[in-house]
């Protein structure tokens, strides 16, 4: 990315909520991602492209897939770092926003996750990768016929 990118965007990503139509949807989204990621363990920058790959199906907007990048490696790292933010807290999070936003059922893109299943390291990684898939699965089906 170009540096004057990254710097209009983490500048936006501070104000996110002032600057970002729909950004909670976009941070939905973001945790979803970063779910699957940190689940491995292991962070590279192969995942990040394939959120960015992800991003671009769903919004076909350069800007608003690089801020869903931006937004997942936030979470990331935040969990990475210790940082306040678990994986468990990350799927809490998760099922609270589905509580308060059942439509949100319809962010959960199945197809889109799974590529980052072939990112994993190890091969308890990949299975720990795939049952919060099955999780995910299970909520898109509960919360999306409420």
Known sequence: MPKRFKLKHYISNAFRE???YHHSSLEFRAKLFATIIVADGEVEEREF???????MKIYNDEDRSDTLVLTTREYVNKVLDNNGLDIDKLIDDIIKDLKEM???AKK???ELLSPLLECHSSYEAGVYQERIIELFIKLKEEYGSV
């Open 102 to 104: 059942p439509r949100y």
């Open 18 to 20: 002032l600057f970002l």
């Open 108 to 110: 959960i893109d199945i």
């Open 49 to 55: 492209d394939l959120v960015k790959e992800a991003g």
